[in-house]
């Protein structure tokens, strides 16, 4: 079974900084592209940034310039750092990653269960 736990979500001011993290955990044996999802009350689920095991990323154009994706294959983990936050980047973030649990098996979807980002003064 794999888990994918996310930390670093809160509240902050407009203006300000977060930096979320998500470790994957479990039977993996590969991973491709690590990515985070939003949604906001009465929205779908978005795109905000992906990166895959190459470094290669993709971001919302809504965030590009203030959000940074990065991530450590050694441990599993992925990172979304956000600056100059606004209002409307308040929303569950999700963690997503693409991964191979055996050498035979194909890649399936992984989600976490979503760390809480909100911005207000």
């Known amino acids: 079974q794999v888990q994918l736990v996310e930390s670093g979500g809160g509240l902050v001011q407009p203006g300000g900084s977060l930096r979320l993290s998500c470790a994957a955990s479990?039977?993996?044996?590969?991973?491709?592209?690590m990515g985070w999802y939003r949604q906001a009350p009465g929205k779908e689920r978005e795109l905000v940034a992906t990166?895959?095991?190459?470094?290669?990323?993709n971001y919302a154009d809504s965030v590009k310039g203030r959000f940074t994706i990065s991530r450590d294959n050694a441990k599993n983990t992925v990172y979304l750092q956000m600056n100059s936050l606004k209002p409307e980047d308040t929303a569950l973030y999700y963690c997503?990653?693409?991964?191979?649990?055996?050498?035979?098996?194909?890649?399936?979807?992984?989600w976490g269960q979503g760390t809480q980002v909100t911005v207000s003064s």
């Open positions: 479990g039977s993996i044996f590969s991973i491709n592209a």
């Open positions: 997503h990653a693409d991964i191979r649990v055996t050498f035979r098996s194909t890649n399936s979807n992984w």
């Open positions: 990166i895959t095991s190459g470094a290669s990323t």
